[in-house]
């Protein structure tokens, strides 16, 4: 299984729908989530991080987690064509049992299109 | 506020020619990161570094060597470069296991 895992995609949607991008992840201890956004030719920015399991939302973006279930969720609503782009789950890995979560592997990115 | 820096933006090298790529940030962030990006491919980690004079391998670390001796720059050194490191690279740092801030990257061509 790879470190992190990512619906293949691509995923489109029409504006004003709800887009939904999922991720599981190896590691049991994982304590830190993250959602980027990739637009083409540029750097991956940061849409959201999550810590704890349950929803947490900022504006038109919620990320979901269950550290359980060892799964991470990112939806959209009310997609807008601006949305269109590449979006990257992000997790802490351990190098090994016992060592630090500093490595941050990210999963093959889901490309999403919202067409008007 | 430079945050992480990147040079250079573009480079061509010819089969068997190293090189460094260099990487500093402004933010006095304690881990650094190496990513390279192949097309429609996510992020893969070649180096990454949780402070001054420690570095680890990652997932792809062949045919490239790191060194961290300040806080603020962590090179990525390709030694023999070879057509399968044509990529784009990106430099990455954060001050702990949260968010990373990412640079603009490299676009690498090796003919």
């Known amino acids: 299984q790879k470190e992190v895992e990512q619906n293949s995609g691509p995923l489109s949607v029409p504006e004003g729908a709800i887009a939904s991008l999922n991720c599981t992840y190896s590691?049991?201890?994982?304590?830190?989530f993250f959602w980027y956004r990739q637009y083409s030719g540029k750097s991956p920015e940061l849409i959201m991080s999550?810590?704890?399991?349950g929803d947490k939302e900022d504006g038109r973006f919620t990320a979901q987690l269950n550290k359980a279930s060892q799964y991470v969720s990112l939806l959209i609503r009310d997609s807008q064509p601006s949305d269109s782009a590449t979006y990257l789950c992000?997790?802490?890995?351990?190098?090994?049992?016992?060592?630090?979560?500093?490595?941050?592997?990210f999963g093959r990115g889901t490309q999403l299109t919202v067409w008007p | 506020n430079a945050g992480v820096t990147q040079t250079p933006k573009f480079r061509i090298l010819k089969i068997g020619q190293s090189m460094t790529l260099q990487c500093a940030q402004d933010m006095n962030h304690n881990y650094m990161y190496w990513y390279r990006q192949d097309p429609g491919m996510g992020l893969k980690l070649i180096y990454y570094s949780v402070g001054a004079g420690i570095t680890d391998k990652g997932e792809v670390p062949n045919g490239y060597n790191v060194s961290r001796s300040t806080t603020e720059d962590f090179p990525l050194r390709l030694e023999l470069a070879a057509p399968s490191q044509t990529s784009v690279y990106f430099c990455?740092?954060?001050?702990?296991?949260?968010?990373?801030?990412f640079g603009q990257g490299t676009r690498l061509t090796v003919v």
């Open positions: 999550i810590y704890s399991n």
């Open positions: 990455a740092s954060r001050p702990s296991e949260t968010e990373a801030f």
């Open positions: 992000a997790v802490n890995i351990r190098a090994y049992r016992g060592s630090t979560l500093g490595r941050l592997y």
């Open positions: 590691d049991r201890v994982s304590q830190s």
